[in-house]
């Protein structure tokens, strides 16, 4: 089991960078497929990236692609979201998540945090 706590989450500008970080419990995180996911207003949640416990392969949704990356640091317990080049539409809470396997869908994951927002102002 592995409980987790984001943090990082604000206000920005239009063009602006924030790192969210994301802190796990326990010492089995390293064990761990950690996603990053979001869910803006009124729109269901949405997979944003995800890093591998093993060989740490990564794979982002073509909407932040080339803009955010994802990284871990076991001996931390952290995985975190560096996001760059923000855009207004990037505004949503942002959540971790923790899973067996490296996938995308949502319905795979059960340890999440408790979300941070992120604000991006135009």
């Known amino acids: 089991q592995v409980q987790l706590v984001e943090s990082g989450g604000g206000l920005v500008q239009d063009g602006g960078s924030l790192r969210l970080s994301c802190a796990g419990s326990?010492?089995?995180?390293?064990?761990?497929?950690m996603d990053w996911f979001r869910q803006a207003p009124g729109k269901e949640r949405e997979f944003v990236a995800v890093i591998s416990r093993s060989d740490r392969s990564t794979y982002y949704a073509d909407s932040v692609k080339g803009r955010f990356t994802i990284s871990r640091d076991d001996a931390k317990n952290t995985v975190y979201l560096q996001m760059n080049s923000l855009k207004p539409e990037d505004t949503a809470v942002y959540y971790c998540?923790?899973?067996?396997?490296?996938?995308?869908?949502?319905?795979?994951?059960?340890?999440w945090g408790q979300g941070t927002q992120v604000t991006v102002s135009s």
């Open positions: 326990g010492r089995t995180f390293a064990l761990y497929a």
């Open positions: 998540a923790a899973g067996n396997y490296a996938v995308t869908d949502k319905r795979r994951f059960g340890y």
